[in-house]
């Protein structure tokens, strides 16, 4: 079998990768130039010869194609070592957002990655830019090109559910990471955003607000697990009398720190009097760190800012002492781990319980934060 027989050979991701978007072309070539760069070094070694046996050819091959994934990244990481005879060896899963641009939604498809890698998946990251409408063309997209299963990521499943059907109808396994559930689906790992909401709502209402002042809200009411956040405040404002809402901002996911601190700014300029707002609840920590910029910029010390998720930034600006007091920091690993676990014994045959697994998450303050 000769080198150039070995690069027809190449890995069964290439129809798959035509399902992903352009900018993966640039990682398929680094993989097949990689191929034909060791072909071509053991032809000149001589170890390619006409009449080699298959079995030489086989290891020849696996060892082009190792080469190759040890090249390739992708916006969410890098590659892991990979692990062989496992029950999602070879398999190609895709892994689709439209919030890449997100420190947190980037971690978690990081960690999913990583961790599908190294039990020898081929795994392909797809971001749609914040576009749902983009999001499900290339679920018909990877569905119709034969991926073997789906990772959901910080997408709310019932806007792609007709896509999601044509999955679940083709026998593709489609599971969420930070996503919601919709029946047909495997299993959603997610924090409990409810819970989570209610837990930073009444710290920022009894231990930080005294039960009394006003308050802004950011959300983003479109992401399943923000909305969930978004309803604790909602029921919980209700027990609060003498605490007011100024108003709720929807803050756009593509650049949510500037945005927040834009928003915030100008409602400062409206409410321009010391203590005319007492706090800023953020739904996430991108536009609490927004606001709290915002806040510094004006001089506005008196304002208290929350947040959730727990990002490096945030906790690093609550151990700084800044308007940012308190985050629910997720367990993003935690969550990835869940789908991996999930994921590997549906690919074993074995029965998984389908609904929401939780991961548990912390509230994080000065006192605890590290």
């Given amino acids: 079998m000769s080198g150039i027989f070995c690069f027809k050979k190449a890995?069964?991701?290439?129809?798959?990768?035509?399902?992903?978007?352009?900018?993966?072309?640039?990682?398929?070539?680094?993989?097949?130039?990689?191929?034909?760069?060791l072909a071509a070094?053991?032809?000149?070694?001589?170890?390619?010869?006409?009449?080699?046996?298959?079995?030489?050819?086989?290891?020849?091959?696996?060892?082009?194609?190792?080469?190759?994934?040890?090249?390739?990244?992708?916006?969410?990481?890098?590659?892991?070592?990979?692990?062989?005879?496992?029950?999602?060896?070879?398999?190609?899963?895709?892994?689709?957002?439209?919030?890449?641009?997100?420190?947190?939604?980037?971690?978690?498809?990081?960690?999913?990655?990583?961790?599908?890698?190294?039990?020898?998946a081929e795994v392909f990251v797809i971001d749609t830019a914040n576009d749902f409408a983009e999001l499900a063309s290339r679920i018909e997209d990877v569905v119709s090109s034969g991926t073997d299963g789906i990772v959901l990521v910080s997408a709310d499943p019932?806007?792609?559910?007709?896509?999601?059907?044509?999955?679940?109808?083709?026998?593709?396994?489609?599971?969420?990471?930070?996503?919601?559930?919709?029946?047909?689906?495997?299993?959603?790992?997610?924090?409990?955003?409810?819970?989570?909401?209610?837990?930073?709502?009444?710290?920022?209402?009894?231990?930080l607000?005294?039960?009394?002042?006003?308050?802004i809200a950011l959300t983003h009411r479109p992401h399943p697990g923000v909305v969930k956040r978004c309803e604790a405040f909602d029921d919980i404002i209700k027990e609060?009398?003498?605490?007011?809402?100024?108003?709720?901002?929807?803050?756009?996911?593509e650049q949510p720190i500037n945005d927040a601190q834009d928003i915030v700014a100008n409602l400062l300029t409206a409410n321009p009097e010391k203590d005319s707002i007492t706090a800023v609840f953020a739904a996430w920590d991108e536009p609490a760190i927004g606001a709290t910029k915002a806040l510094q910029e004006a001089g506005r010390?008196?304002?208290?800012?929350?947040?959730?998720?727990?990002?490096?930034?945030?906790?690093?600006?609550?151990?700084?002492?800044?308007?940012?007091?308190?985050?629910?920091?997720q367990n993003f690993e935690g969550m990835a781990d869940i789908v991996c676990e999930q994921m590997d014994q549906y690919f074993n045959g074995e029965e998984i319980e389908k609904g929401e697994m939780y991961a548990p998450a912390e509230l994080i303050t000065q006192?605890?934060?590290?």
């Fill in 158 to 207: 019932n806007q792609v559910a007709n896509q999601l059907q044509d999955a679940f109808d083709a026998g593709i396994p489609v599971f969420g990471c930070d996503s919601g559930f919709i029946d047909g689906m495997q299993v959603n790992a997610t924090s409990d955003n409810y819970q989570m909401g209610e837990l930073i709502v009444r710290y920022l209402f009894d231990d």
């Fill in 11 to 37: 890995p069964p991701y290439l129809s798959l990768q035509e399902a992903v978007d352009k900018n993966e072309e640039e990682m398929i070539m680094r993989k097949m130039t990689a191929i034909m760069n």
């Fill in 209 to 215: 607000m005294g039960g009394k002042g006003t308050v």
């Fill in 367 to 370: 006192e605890n934060a590290q």
């Fill in 41 to 120: 070094a053991a032809a000149l070694a001589g170890i390619l010869l006409t009449g080699c046996s298959t079995e030489a050819d086989e290891t020849t091959t696996a060892a082009a194609t190792t080469a190759a994934e040890a090249e390739t990244t992708t916006a969410a990481g890098g590659a892991a070592e990979t692990t062989e005879g496992g029950a999602l060896a070879g398999k190609k899963i895709s892994v689709m957002t439209p919030y890449l641009t997100s420190v947190t939604t980037n971690q978690m498809a990081g960690y999913i990655k990583e961790d599908l890698e190294a039990e020898g």
């Fill in 240 to 253: 609060y009398p003498d605490i007011k809402l100024i108003t709720e901002q929807h803050v756009p996911a």
């Fill in 301 to 329: 010390d008196e304002v208290i800012v929350t947040g959730v998720d727990g990002n490096e930034q945030a906790i690093e600006m609550i151990k700084d002492g800044t308007n940012l007091k308190a985050t629910v920091k």
